[in-house]
C-alpha cells in the first residue's frame, strides 16, 4: 500500500469538516478557560464579602430592629442613668467590640439569664439592664435570639 503524499496534500475532500472541527475546540476550550477563570473571580469575591460583613452589627438607622431596645436606645437609656445619679457607666461600642466577643455561645446565654433573673422586679434602668440589653443584641447578631 503506497501512500501518495503530494495527492493526499492537493486533495481538499474535507477541509471544510475539518476547519469547522478545529474551530469548535478553539471556541470550547476559550469559553471553558473563560469560565474558569469568571468562576474563581466570584469565589474570591465572594469570600471576601463574605468575610467583611460576618459579626458585623446593624447600628444607628435600624438599631431598633437589631436587639430589644436598640443599640441607639441603650444609649440613650444609659446616658440618662448615668445623668441622674447612676455610676460605673457602660461603653456601649467598647463593650459590643470587646467583652462581647469575648464570651462563648453558650456562656453569652447563661449570663444573660442570669442577669434577666437579677433584674427581674427592678423597675429602674440599671447597669445589669443594660448589659442585658447588650448580651440581647450580642445574641441577635450571632444568631442566637
Known amino acids: 500500500m503506497s501512500i501518495n503524499f503530494r495527492s493526499f496534500f492537493r ?3 474535507g ?3 475539518f476547519d469547522w472541527v478545529i474551530l469548535t475546540g478553539v471556541i470550547l476550550g476559550t469559553g471553558m478557560a473563560i469560565t474558569g477563570s469568571v468562576t474563581r473571580g466570584i469565589e474570591s469575591a465572594s469570600l471576601g464579602t463574605t468575610s467583611q460583613l460576618r459579626g458585623q452589627v446593624i447600628r444607628q438607622s435600624f438599631g431598633a430592629d ?3 431596645t436598640g443599640i441607639d436606645g441603650l444609649r440613650d437609656r444609659e446616658a440618662a442613668r448615668i445623668a441622674s445619679g ?3 457607666p457602660v461603653d456601649i461600642a467598647d463593650w459590643m467590640a470587646t467583652y462581647g466577643d469575648t ?4 456562656a453569652l446565654l ?3 439569664d442570669r442577669l434577666v433573673a437579677a433584674n427581674r422586679g427592678i ?3 440599671t447597669r445589669n439592664k443594660t448589659i442585658q440589653s447588650l448580651m440581647e443584641c450580642s445574641m441577635t447578631r450571632r444568631g442566637l435570639g
Do not use: H
Not at 103 to 106: A, E, R, V
Open 11 to 13: 486533495c481538499e475532500d
Open 15 to 17: 477541509t471544510i469538516t
Open 66 to 68: 437589631l436587639c430589644s
Open 86 to 88: 447612676g455610676s460605673d
Open 103 to 106: 464570651l462563648s455561645d453558650m
Open 110 to 112: 447563661s449570663e444573660r
Open 123 to 125: 423597675p429602674d434602668w
